[in-house]
């Protein structure tokens, strides 16, 4: 069984060949810091250390990883027995030990445990087995429709290919998609165009030769050149500046291209992905994007909905429940959190997600630290946190004198009782709190009276209208 992404920290032949039988997409490092490097950019299934490392250098990798997602960590021993037992590993942090080549068997074993955990942790939130192996969650017509066109385009040999979208809505992911079915075991190589300036930018994709300019010190090979026969995904493409548009355009159409100051014709053999989040159309009518270019990228464009779209709001229950099982922003809290209150996901759907998946997964992911009960409840759904943050302290602070923590809060009950016509134990469970929290911040809001109920409702209503208008 093939795990999608492994990295392996080790020198030795021996281990990368072992690595390769169950990785589709295998990264090598020499160290830590490199390790941390890919660990932190890719989502990575496993990652094994070999025998140069000790427990203290496992605690060091863990401690410095900001990766969302938990890879399993495997330490590969020396052949005879060393210094540090792989008890001594274990309670460093490690997953598993393996005493050298003897053990060499097991790694396919904890390589299938790892999948099958995975695939049945991730049942229900993807289409199929592509969708599962670059997490494109979602069921909805537009992820359909998505994924038919991606294994379209991926089986065909349609070079360059264009994925539209906007911002945080999986562009990246879909060309990974794309990737993972056409070559999965070459490199994928991403660039953001909107990163860097115009003389970085060709550098990094073409290269350069010595002496080419005045910090070109040694030569320097090509991301194009880099992925080989893999892919070189362009992300933000219409940032480019129009100079090295031209320049990309003929890579397009030659499947050649020269390093910066060089003479040499290196041929391309990578499939080039390129992704907007811009109309590319409107871009040339605007004169800041080559029309020629354009056509030569829109041969058979994949566009991936925006979350607000009708055919794609199904999914937003969906990716809530995805980012809090796979959400690390509270690892004490992974066990504890089993669910969202229908306040909570009605909020979510309310919302129209000018960010997108990457924004619905900050969401959820601040949800999780902020939430302190079972279920994560309405209250901790903070969306809009930049306007909080303002009101905070600022002159609009006296527009809105009366927003408080604490009168959203008896609105917020008020609201529950209201709705479940004062069953205080409905009320509860739509906002994610036990029976008896509730009565006592019935109590404390002075919530008893049924007029003072309907008061505060209406109250919360007017206030909701003012903010819509």
Request: overall charge neutral; glycine content about 6%; proline content about 2%.
């Amino acid at each position: 069984m093939i795990l999608h992404n492994v990295v392996t920290v080790s020198r030795e032949s021996d281990i990368h060949q072992l690595v390769r039988q169950v990785g589709r997409e295998v990264f090598a490092a020499d160290d830590i810091k490199e390790a941390l490097d890919i660990t932190n950019r890719e989502n990575s299934d496993l990652i094994i250390f070999d025998h140069r490392f000790n427990p203290a250098d496992i605690r060091k990798f863990l401690a410095s990883s900001d990766k969302k997602t938990s890879p399993q960590i495997v330490v590969i021993g020396g052949d005879e027995a060393g210094k540090y037992s792989g008890k001594q590993f274990t309670d460093a942090g490690a997953h598993y030990y393996l005493q050298g080549k003897q053990d060499y068997r097991k790694l396919t074993e904890i390589a299938n445990a790892i999948k099958n955990n995975s695939e049945k942790s991730a049942k229900g939130f993807f289409v199929d087995d592509l969708a599962a192996s670059v997490s494109m969650v979602g069921r909805s017509k537009a992820m359909l429709e998505t994924l038919k066109m991606i294994r379209l385009v991926a089986e065909s040999q349609c070079n360059p290919v264009l994925i539209i979208g906007e911002t945080g809505t999986g562009k990246e992911l879909a060309a990974k998609a794309v990737h993972n079915l056409r070559h999965p075991n070459e490199p994928f190589i991403a660039v953001n165009c909107a990163a860097m300036t115009a003389n970085l930018l060709e550098s990094e994709l073409f290269g350069h030769v010595k002496g080419s300019f005045t910090s070109a010190e040694r030569e320097k090979t090509g991301l194009i050149e880099l992925a080989g026969a893999g892919t070189i995904f362009l992300d933000e493409i219409s940032e480019m500046p129009m100079d090295l548009q031209a320049k990309l355009l003929r890579v397009l159409q030659e499947k050649t291209f020269r390093k910066v100051g060089g003479t040499e014709e290196i041929s391309c053999k990578a499939t080039i992905i390129a992704s907007s989040n811009r109309n590319l159309s409107g871009e040339v009518q605007a004169k800041r994007f080559r029309a020629d270019l354009f056509y030569r990228l829109d041969i058979c464009p994949i566009t991936i909905a925006p979350l607000r779209s009708l055919h794609r709001r199904d999914d937003i229950p969906l990716l809530a429940e995805f980012f809090k099982n796979t959400s690390t922003v509270c690892p004490q809290k992974a066990e504890k959190i089993t669910s969202i209150t229908k306040l909570a996901v009605d909020a979510l759907m309310e919302h129209n997600w000018p960010g997108n998946v990457r924004e619905l997964r900050n969401i959820m992911e601040r949800a999780v630290l902020l939430e302190s009960t079972e279920k994560i409840g309405l209250s901790s759904i903070v969306i809009d946190s930049a306007n909080v943050a303002r009101s905070a302290g600022g002159k609009e602070s006296e527009k809105i004198k009366d927003f408080s923590l604490a009168k959203a809060e008896r609105q917020l009950i008020a609201r529950a009782l209201q709705e479940t016509n004062g069953q205080k134990t409905k009320a509860a469970d739509l906002l994610g709190i036990s029976r008896a929290t509730l009565y006592a911040k019935v109590k404390q809001h002075s919530l008893e009276n049924g007029d003072d109920l309907q008061d505060e409702v209406s109250e919360s209503s007017q206030c909701q209208s003012a903010a819509v208008s």
